[in-house]
């Protein structure tokens, strides 16, 4: 008897300790939505983010999308379209360099303000340093080839290998201008709040200052 109520203990205590392991709190997840972005990884990012927050996620991934979905309009092959989704994530991951969790202050039981130091490359900088990738001249290496793909298959398909040329090129070079970026550390504060499942999401994003971002 005695050690059927020890296993039935064992069992219970388990089951606290592993819905407590599975749980997450305002903080963890403000930090886990920087450590995906810092991971290049936006579709996990996008998972701790709240529909009221959608328009912070397009501030973030605006740029990348459009120029995604540009030569996703194209005939693509599969090989091209990876491509462009490893440049999507390598470009998060040269821009966002770290991030520290600073606190948090309750607003209700339900809803909390966490204050989050982000570093992330200075836009002049990365600019700059963007523009010492010549992806032009890397591209004209091969303007007769893409000329008989024109020719022989059509635009679409020509266009198809300039993307494919130019991006590999990118994620081949983009560790190379690492060393000319400079990082700043923003500190913003990130509304996050628990839904009708008991999950914390992020529902807005502010800078610290209190201008919206």
Known sequence: MMRKKCAVLSAGLCLMLAGCAGSSGPEDTAGAFWQAMENGDLQKAAGFVSEEAEEYMQSLSGSMDSL???????????????????????IMKITYGGHAVQGSAEISEEEYEVTVTVRSADPASFKSAMEQLDYAAAADQYKDEIMQIMNEEGINKAYARLFDIIFEYLNDNLSSITGSLTYNDNPVVMTVKKNKENKWLITGVKAADNSEN
């Open 68 to 90: 995604v979905e540009t030569a996703e309009s194209y005939d693509l092959s599969e090989e091209t379209a990876g491509k462009i989704r490893t440049y999507t994530s390598n």
